[in-house]
């Protein structure tokens, strides 16, 4: 159980043009979802928390019309990279917990490359 | 954003061994999460912590919350070669109004057979 899934596992894309990243949870309901982002040798860092329903929280620090969140869905999310950047090249992972649980579970991630 | 002190930031182990790797918080947690992830995956949760002083075991691992409920460890007992990843604490602050976690720093393993 708790199974996370997201699409594309990987994608390039050229400089100035949208990316879609979708996060689903496959199993369980998910009334919360979580957007990180990894650069290499490094941590997860939190960029937004989305509740289902409502707007997205946005970590301090990462542009909310840059990064566009929605959370439809009880089962899905999705991240938006807007007019991208080479310096926004990284590996996006979502998480996800169902009502009332800390656990987060999390996707397989997302790397993108933009050219 | 901030993050949890973990140690040691790597370690070289020989197949067999056991492995000790702690994590700590200048404030109060509620929660303490430990974490495996492999190169290009996602972290995958081993264990779960939920009230000061719990100690629980997963297969080989073991981990605790510690009693002062600023830092906790885990333990790996006669690694083996997949056992080979990073290794992640999470926590959630006492008192946080939503389910963020935070993150540490990470611990590479490498196990030689």
């Known amino acids: 159980g708790a199974v996370v899934s997201q699409h594309p596992s990987w994608v390039i894309c050229k400089s100035g043009t949208s990316v879609k990243i979708e996060c689903r949870s496959l199993?369980?309901?998910?009334?919360?979802m979580f957007w990180y982002r990894q650069f290499p040798k490094q941590s997860l860092m939190l960029m937004a928390t989305s509740n289902e329903g409502s707007k997205a929280t946005y970590e301090q620090g990462v542009e909310k019309d840059k990064f566009l969140i929605n959370h439809a869905s009880l089962t899905l999310s999705t991240l938006t990279v807007t007019s991208a950047h080479p310096e926004d090249s990284s590996f996006y992972i979502c998480?996800?917990?169902?009502?009332?649980?800390?656990?987060?579970?999390f996707g397989p991630g997302t790397r993108l490359t933009v050219t | 954003g901030q993050q949890l002190n973990q140690s040691p930031q790597s370690m070289f182990i020989q197949e067999g061994e056991d492995v000790s790797m702690n994590c700590t918080s200048s404030?109060?947690?509620?929660?303490w999460l430990w974490y495996k992830q492999d190169p290009g995956e996602g972290p995958v949760l081993l264990i779960a912590?939920?009230?000061?002083?719990e100690l629980t075991s997963n297969g080989r691992l073991t981990a605790q919350f510690g009693i002062t409920r600023k830092d906790s460890f885990l333990n790996i007992s006669a690694s083996i070669p997949s056992d080979v990843g990073i290794y992640f604490c999470?926590?959630?602050?006492?008192?946080?109004?939503?389910?963020?976690?935070?993150f540490g720093t990470g611990t590479l393993l490498a196990v030689q057979p």
């Open positions: 199993d369980f309901q998910a009334t919360t």
């Open positions: 404030s109060i947690f509620n929660t």
């Open positions: 912590l939920y009230k000061a002083g």
């Open positions: 999470a926590g959630r602050e006492w008192g946080g109004a939503t389910n963020k976690l935070i």
């Open positions: 998480s996800a917990s169902d009502r009332g649980g800390y656990e987060q579970y």
